[in-house]
Each structure stands twice: as structure tokens, then as C-alpha cells.
């Protein structure tokens, strides 16, 4: 990535007005990048009692396009705001488990075994983060086998929602981080959800797949799990200097309209460095605008009432 990437006006999600709280003054009119109107996020008031949580799968079978970095940066920043967070890496690469420091391939149980093994207890594979307020069930390359050997199983798109049973009600929100597929694992997270979020990259051929990806929630949604619906489509990646990462937007806000959340995440260096630090960018650079954009979709988030 350039270093001039890095140096652009770094947008969390607002055109050219300002983004964070109390940059403005109160003449200004917030405007997110396709002219819509801001409304304010507040920040959430804490929880006095946490649960049920609500489920969110993150997902979109296009590959690289910011699934696991919001996972992570979302986990992390309604944690921030006193939420009870479950990440679910759900993904055999791991990503989500490396990125927030846990090295998958020396732990002997994983997700996996939940799957597979009737009886494996879920308290035994959760692990804690350096986050406080945020788990993980982390997965490895052992997951690749599940796709396989979950094809005979009885209610196999089902097998996720009961592993998760159990801890249900000890989160405020459980976000599961989907691998690039459209396999049974990835319907397995929509069985188990409440809701999903499809984070899209702001790059040419962003919308091409959004339709089959549309089409399976609502397969999953009419056959398996009725009460799943669309929390939101969230673009990432988005560079305000180039008139292409606008005209995405303006494209996927006229087919999906206000599904788009105002929250768009911006392109900066500061996410794949955050990466190799195994942190949050809420730790990594906890002032950096890119933290400032995930803050922001976690009360954009609360605000639409799909999280606590
Ligand atoms: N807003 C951003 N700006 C710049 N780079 C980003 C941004 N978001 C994510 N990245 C980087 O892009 C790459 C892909 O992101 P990420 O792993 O989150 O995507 P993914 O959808 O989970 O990918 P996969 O489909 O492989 O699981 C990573 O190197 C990540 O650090
Ligand atoms: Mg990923």
C-alpha cells in the first residue's frame, strides 16, 4: 500500500464535513458520502445487566474485502462502550484468532471441536482477549474439515447455533467472522444469527456477487432461520480522493438504499498494521480516524437498534 494512501483525508464515513464530535460547529450540516444526512450517533449508555446476545455474521463471499478487520474493530469498540463482545472465528485461516493475538495452530481445541464433538464444552475453547469485555471461540485450519464432515450430520446447517446456545446469554452481541464462501459453514452462521452485516469493498466490482449473497439470507431466511434479516451494508476501504470509491457508494446506497449504513470505513495503512501488531486499531492507534470510523459504526449500530 502507498504511503500516499496513508496520507489522504482519512474519512470515517463522512464527505468532506467533519467526522468526530465536536470538530464541528452547530451550523455545520453533517453529510455522509452520499449526501444523506447525519444523524448523531450518542454514545450508548453502559448496560446494567448483559444479554441475550444478538448474533451478527459477518459476511460476503468475496474475499479480502474487510470482514475480519471489522469483526475485530467493531468486537473492540462496542466492548469500548461496556458491551459483553463474542468473537466467533469462523473462518479456518484464523485470521480473526491471529489478529487479536491467539495463535490457533497451538491450541488443541477450537470451534471445531465444538462442532463435531457432542458434549465439548464451549467454557473450555473460549478464550480471553488483552480487550476487556471481549472472547473468543477461535478457530484453525482444523475447520476446513467441518465442511466435509458436517454433510451428514442431522440439522447440519443448525450444528453453530446449538454450540453457541450455552453462552448466549452471557454477551451482549456475538459477531461471527465468516470465511469467503458461500458453503455450509457460512449457512451455518446465518442459521445461528439474528443478523448480517456485508461489508463491501469500495472498489469496481464490488456489487458483483452482493445478489447471490442476497439470495442465500433469504433461502436461509424462508427455510432455516426466519428472523434473520440484513443489519446493514458497511463500505470499506474507501478512499476519498478518487471519485471511483464515491461512485461505488452512490451505486450500492441506489440498490440497497439506507441498508447502507452512513458509516463508511476508510483506506489507510494504519489496518493491515494494526494487523501485524495483533491488535485493534482501537489499541494500536486509538485516535487514529480509522478507529474513530469503527467507534462510530458501533453506535451507528446501537442506534439502529441491532446491538445493545
Ligand atoms: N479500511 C482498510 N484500509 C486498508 N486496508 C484494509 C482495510 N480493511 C482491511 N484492510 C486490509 O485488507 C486485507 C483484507 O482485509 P480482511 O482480512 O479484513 O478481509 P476479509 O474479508 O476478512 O478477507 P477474507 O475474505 O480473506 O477473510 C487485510 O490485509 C486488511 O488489513
Ligand atoms: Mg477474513
Request: net charge negative.
Amino acid at each position: 500500500m502507498s504511503s500516499q494512501a496513508e496520507t489522504q483525508d482519512p474519512t470515517s464515513g463522512v464527505g468532506s464535513a467533519p467526522v468526530t464530535d465536536g470538530t464541528r460547529t452547530p451550523t455545520e450540516r453533517r453529510v455522509d458520502v452520499v449526501g444523506r444526512p447525519v444523524p448523531d450517533f450518542p454514545v450508548p449508555a453502559p448496560l446494567d445487566t448483559h444479554g441475550p446476545g444478538r448474533i451478527i455474521a459477518m459476511c460476503n463471499q468475496k474475499g479480502g474485502v474487510g470482514k475480519t478487520t471489522t469483526t475485530i474493530n467493531l468486537g473492540a469498540t462496542l466492548a469500548e462502550y461496556g458491551r459483553r463482545v463474542l468473537l466467533v472465528d469462523f473462518d479456518p485461516q484464523g485470521a480473526a484468532s491471529v489478529g487479536l493475538g491467539v495463535n490457533p495452530h497451538e491450541l488443541d481445541r477450537t470451534v471445531y471441536n465444538l462442532l463435531m464433538e457432542r458434549g465439548a464444552d464451549i467454557h473450555e475453547v473460549l478464550v480471553g482477549t488483552d480487550i476487556e469485555g471481549l472472547d473468543l471461540l477461535p478457530a484453525n485450519i482444523d475447520l476446513s474439515a467441518a465442511e466435509v464432515q458436517l454433510v451428514g450430520e442431522v440439522a447440519r446447517e443448525s450444528v453453530l447455533s446449538r454450540v453457541l446456545r450455552p453462552v448466549v446469554d452471557d454477551y451482549d452481541v456475538i459477531l461471527v467472522d465468516c470465511q469467503p464462501s458461500l458453503g455450509l459453514l457460512t449457512v451455518n452462521a446465518l442459521t445461528a444469527a439474528h443478523g448480517v452485516l456485508i461489508p463491501l469493498e469500495c472498489e469496481f466490482f464490488a456489487l458483483r456477487g452482493v445478489a447471490l449473497l442476497v439470495e442465500t439470507i433469504e433461502k436461509v431466511r424462508d427455510r432455516l432461520n426466519p428472523r434473520l434479516e440484513v443489519d446493514g451494508i458497511l463500505a470499506t476501504m474507501f478512499d476519498s480522493r478518487t471519485l471511483h470509491s464515491r461512485e461505488v457508494v452512490a451505486r450500492v446506497h441506489e440498490a440497497f438504499g439506507d441498508t447502507l449504513f452512513h458509516t463508511v470505513i476508510g483506506r489507510t495503512v494504519k489496518f493491515p498494521d494494526a494487523s501485524v501488531a495483533a491488535e485493534p486499531i482501537t489499541v494500536y492507534a486509538p485516535s487514529h480516524p480509522g478507529a474513530q470510523a469503527y467507534r462510530q459504526l458501533a453506535r451507528e449500530l446501537i442506534a439502529r437498534g441491532d446491538a445493545a
